[in-house]
């Protein structure tokens, strides 16, 4: 049955009742995975010896680009006030995981780029990363874990103005 067919003639699906536990809305669905390999990538850099990386210094390293990124976008793509992107970034820079460099295209303005400690990171959340999808592509199934990633991109369309 699709989706189109689940939808009742008041416009309402079959289980979603505002007062039923079961129903849960895409976003929290998607956080869902999200949250598990955040744990996962976390807990296997602790596990190899970079356990002085939090949470919230990930995050804003993960949005760091491959030329580097000022500290304004770092802030506006993770959601936080420059202040606390800035101290974030500072926390990163003392781990060795990143510097600031002087960018090429304004004199005024500096980069933050990934440090050679931070690429260090880097490669093992790619392997973490590869290994985590293995395994839901396992659990799912080939061609399910292609339309999810096909949907999940064309959803990226509406939904990441960072893209």
């Not at 939090?54 to 990124?69: D, H, K, M």
């Not at 970034?89 to 931070?118: F, K, S």
């Not at 061609?143 to 999940?152: D, I, K, P, V």
Request: glycine share 6%.
């Amino acid at each position: 049955m699709s989706v189109r067919d689940e939808v009742r003639q008041d416009g309402d699906r079959p289980g979603r009742d505002d007062g039923e536990q079961g129903y849960q809305n895409l976003a929290l669905l998607c956080f869902y995975p999200h949250r598990a390999m955040e744990a996962r990538l976390l807990a296997t850099l602790a596990a190899e010896g970079h356990d002085d990386l939090t949470l919230a210094q990930a995050r804003v390293a993960a949005r760091i680009g491959p030329s580097g990124t000022r500290l304004t976008d770092l802030a506006a793509q993770a959601l936080v006030t420059k202040q606390t992107a800035g101290h974030l970034v500072d926390q990163l820079q003392r781990a060795g995981y990143v510097r600031r460099v002087p960018d090429p295209t304004d004199a005024r303005a500096r980069l933050v780029q990934i440090a050679e400690r931070g690429r260090e990171l880097v490669a093992i959340a790619r392997r973490v990363e590869a290994e985590v999808e293995a395994e839901w592509t396992a659990h799912l199934g080939e061609e399910a874990t292609a339309q999810l990633r096909a949907a999940l991109t064309r959803l990226r369309e509406v939904t990441d103005p960072y893209r």
